[in-house]
């Protein structure tokens, strides 16, 4: 069954770096999306993503954050300069599009600034 | 304010007994309904959906929700746990292909 991967699992990073997190979604898909929990509270919506557009963002998604789609298969997050209260579980997730709505999550990747 | 409640952080049961999570919503039109769940170091796996037509639904591993559009609720039930079914499960709620907002979860333990 496709699945939704994300690289690395973990990553460890000092403040004020840049951090990449890729995401390959479901082949067929076309819509994108990152999440994000922060320890003990709820998932959280970032951005979504189609059509090589920034289709929704939410307050979250400041100009630290920026989302591509570089070539067929992976779809990154980037954090330009990270803060310690980035330190969260990104999640990515795909959707083929209608008439199929559902969104398939990645296994996440856990961001620990330090 | 769109919102989902889920107002048990933490249940336990015991092996074979039957569960049922709850989640209430706020949402201004008819959203698509959600339930995922999630095992330690792993992702978020569907458990079930809610679009439209039958409100009660079967998901796998045994699990059924029901929705309630008078009570704005979607409660997840099993008729018989299982102690592979400890995880967190989490109730979503959003419009057509669009965001989710997630409700805080509910982490279910397993006595055996």
């Known amino acids: 069954e496709p699945e939704v991967t994300q690289t690395p699992s973990h990553q460890v990073t000092q403040m004020g770096q840049e951090v990449i997190l890729r995401c390959v979604p479901i082949?067929?898909?076309?819509?994108f999306y990152w999440y994000r929990q922060i320890l003990g509270q709820k998932v959280e919506f970032l951005v979504s993503?189609?059509?090589?557009?920034?289709?929704?963002k939410s307050e979250i998604f400041d100009d630290q954050f920026s989302v591509e789609r570089p070539d067929g298969s992976n779809f990154t997050l980037k954090i330009r300069s990270t803060k310690l209260e980035d330190s969260a579980m990104y999640f990515c997730?795909?959707?083929?599009?209608?008439?199929?709505?559902?969104?398939?999550f990645g296994p996440g990747t856990r961001l620990l600034v330090l | 304010a769109q919102s989902v409640t889920q107002p048990d952080i933490h249940i336990t049961v015991s092996e074979g007994a039957s569960l049922e999570l709850r989640c209430n919503y706020s949402?201004?039109?008819?959203?698509?309904l959600f339930w995922y769940v999630q095992s330690p170091g792993q992702g978020l796996q569907l458990l079930l959906k809610?679009?439209?037509?039958?409100?009660l639904v079967q998901g796998i591993k045994g699990f059924e929700a029901e929705f309630k559009r008078s009570q704005s609720s979607f409660n997840l039930r099993k008729p018989s746990v299982h102690w592979s079914d400890a995880a967190e499960y989490f109730c979503?709620?959003?419009?057509?292909?669009?965001?989710?907002?997630f409700g805080q979860g509910t982490e279910l333990s397993v006595k055996p």
């Open positions: 997730a795909s959707r083929a599009g209608p008439p199929q709505e559902t969104q398939y």
């Open positions: 979503a709620v959003g419009p057509q292909g669009g965001k989710l907002i």
């Open positions: 809610y679009f439209s037509g039958d409100t």
């Open positions: 082949s067929n898909h076309l819509y």
């Open positions: 949402y201004g039109a008819t959203p698509y």
């Open positions: 993503f189609y059509n090589n557009e920034i289709s929704e």
